[in-house]
């Protein structure tokens, strides 16, 4: 309608590589049907200008790393109608959680000169440990076409149109041999969240998780095949320690194997 105003689409930057927000601007077309329905009024990847709040929605690209950013996300929480947290940084920490598992301070002293300036969180920590998230995307980086979606569903006020079945299904779906049968490769396909359309399987390569844990993984029964098929302890913790190791489920059993060690 002539002079209705436009809903307000915000994308928000934390501890990230931008890759997220990249997968939005290679949306291309569809970019620009999205913003022809909104006002986009945050997109560091785009633009330094921001326009005042309240938003229809927020995406949040990046995990919580700094105090600064503990205080920020609430208040993009308070000015957000829905808050979308999107990749795998946002949903589970993201490969920089690898250092909840250390000691942060020593990482700090070995690369910065003068670690005293330098203010961090000790961990690593996806936006849902520290807000309510109406919707959280998987992925490194996330499915554009799954991006859209979620777009549009919030828009309309649905529920985004997202499967949560296992990447498993994607390779049946593609015909692609199973790379554990057919190959013996220690394969977290069995785990991890469909998205990616099974690149890795489709190319005879394990799918390594980069869409973190599927809605109900069963991580140790995966665990225990891969056992038998000689992976060892250490290895078995690095396999669930790479993009979400924060995600609780992937958390536990490394914890797990680490300890067997």
Request: proline content about 5%; overall charge positive.
């Amino acid at each position: 309608m002539p002079g209705e105003k436009k809903a307000k689409l915000a994308v928000w930057k934390f501890a990230s590589c931008d890759g997220c927000q990249l997968s939005l601007l290679d949306c291309e077309d569809e970019l620009l049907a999205v913003a022809d329905a909104v006002q986009i009024a945050s997109f560091p990847e785009v633009s330094r200008a921001v326009v005042k709040g309240p938003y229809r929605i927020s995406l949040v690209e990046g995990s919580i790393t700094t105090p600064h950013d503990a205080e920020r996300i609430h208040k993009i929480r308070r000015n957000s109608r829905y808050l979308v947290s999107i990749g795998a940084c946002a949903t589970a920490g993201g490969i920089q959680a690898l250092r909840n598992f250390a000691d942060t301070r020593q990482f700090v002293s070995a690369i910065y000169a003068n670690p005293k300036y330098i203010s961090t969180l000790q961990n690593s920590t996806p936006i849902s440990d520290h807000v309510p998230v109406d919707f959280e995307l998987r992925g490194c980086p996330v499915n554009k076409r799954q991006l859209l979606e979620v777009i549009s569903a919030f828009l309309n006020r649905r529920k985004p149109l997202i499967s949560s079945h296992s990447v498993c299904i994607e390779c049946k779906l593609r015909g692609v041999a199973c790379v554990m049968v057919a190959r013996g490769l220690p394969c977290l396909g069995p785990v991890t969240h469909a998205g990616c359309g099974a690149i890795c399987p489709a190319f005879h390569r394990a799918c390594y998780s980069c869409y973190g844990p599927m809605e109900t993984p069963n991580t140790e029964a995966l665990a225990q095949r891969l056992k038998q098929m000689g992976i060892t302890g250490d290895e078995l913790v690095r396999a669930f320690r790479s993009y979400n190791a924060e995600a609780d489920e992937y958390r536990r059993e490394s914890t797990i194997h680490e300890r067997e060690e």
